[in-house]
């Protein structure tokens, strides 16, 4: 298959586009290298079956002018640093929402195209309301982010009525895995458990959190590819629905790395003085997020398989061995 993947320097994006390369389809990346790496892409640049267009989908002319001979587009390029859409609500609404309808106008001048899948967010539930999750659950988002990737599912649903297409909205949890960007939670134990040696739990950690592979999603995107879903728009969770406290969480990367964790009661915006690294404890953060995954098992026969201590030990050896691409953390140990 001929497919369009934006996103695809990123840390999802990149990891589907490994699955399709070894699927043999032909894939066309844009990434405008926002917060994408060359680094998780670079063994693909040779590839004859890849073409990489450093591009942004806010560009309309850009989008005008690429090929329309596709069969499917994956679209996961968008803003979704939290901190970033405190300080800067519109980029969240320019690259999420624009960038996305641009993607979905492009979509009417594909004649060939069979399916439309974009990432969206559990960020769209806002702060729980039942201890599952469902589709059919409440909307109320908490950050601007989440009113972007619910907009998105919105617009899916005017464009498949057009189009008469599959477009499939994937509601992630917290995907964690190799070539997570810096700066999320998971990463930022396993970089301080490395360099300062121990890890600071704002608080008491009892924030609840589903975390996600990033190896079964990409199982699932291979499983997308395969299926013949009706025309319309699908919304799925993609999530372990199994609960994980941030302090389980420092515990976890304790244990693999034998460093020490330590709670700090740091104030809702200000930093650890512990830690003196200068990132603030988030405002208002989501307190419980767990999401039900049964109607992707019922619908398209997928389940996540990794178990979380096994993902978090494969992250960390990974981060390890890629000290490198974190710039931060190979100033402080080298120079
Ligand atoms: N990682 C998660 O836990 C998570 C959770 C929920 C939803 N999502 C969604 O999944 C998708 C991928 O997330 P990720 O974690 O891989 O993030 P990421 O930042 O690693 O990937 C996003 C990619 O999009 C590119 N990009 C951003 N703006 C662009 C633009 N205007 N034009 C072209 N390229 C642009 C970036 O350079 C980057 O390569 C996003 O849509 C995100 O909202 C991720």
């Known amino acids: 298959m001929k497919i369009l993947l934006t996103g695809g320097a990123g840390f999802i994006g990149s990891n589907i586009l490994d699955m399709y390369v070894k699927q043999g389809h032909e894939v066309i990346v844009v990434d405008n290298f926002r917060s994408g790496r060359i680094e998780n892409i670079y063994r693909r640049l040779k590839d004859k079956h890849i ?18 001979d596709i069969d499917v587009i994956n679209h996961h390029a968008a803003q979704l640093e939290i901190t970033r859409c405190i300080d800067f609500p519109q980029e969240d609404i320019t690259s999420n929402l624009i960038g996305t309808t641009n993607m979905m106008e492009f979509a009417k001048k594909c004649p060939k195209l069979k399916l439309f899948i974009y990432a969206s967010s559990a960020a769209v539930y806002g702060q729980a309301k039942s201890e599952l999750q469902s589709e059919d659950d409440p909307i109320d988002p908490h950050w601007i982010y989440g009113v972007s990737k619910y907009s998105t599912e919105l617009l899916a649903k005017i464009y498949s009525d057009q189009l008469r297409i599959p477009f499939i909205g994937l509601r992630y949890s917290i995907i964690y895995g190799i070539r997570e960007w810096f700066g999320r939670v998971l990463t930022l134990f396993i970089k301080n458990s490395i360099i300062r040696r121990k890890i600071v739990v704002f608080g008491e950690g009892s924030e609840v959190r589903d975390y996600c592979n990033v190896e079964d999603v990409v199982r699932l995107h291979a499983i997308l590819l395969s299926k013949e879903l009706k025309p319309g728009s699908h919304i ?15 515990h976890m990367v304790a244990k693999i790395s034998g460093c020490r964790v330590l709670y700090e009661d740091v104030k809702e915006g200000k930093p650890s003085k512990i830690l003196n690294d200068g990132r603030i404890r988030l405002p208002g953060n989501l307190l419980y997020l767990c999401q039900d995954n049964t109607k992707a098992w019922r619908e398209l026969g997928w389940r996540p398989k990794i178990w979380i201590a096994d993902g978090v030990k494969k992250e960390f050896d990974w981060y390890k061995k890629n000290l490198k691409i974190d710039r931060e953390l190979w100033s402080k140990l080298f120079y």
């Open 51 to 68: 073409q990489f267009i450093f591009g942004d989908i806010l560009d309309e002319n850009f989008i005008s002018k690429l090929p329309t």
């Open 236 to 250: 799925f969770n993609v999530s372990s629905s199994q609960k994980t406290t941030i302090s389980e969480l420092a």
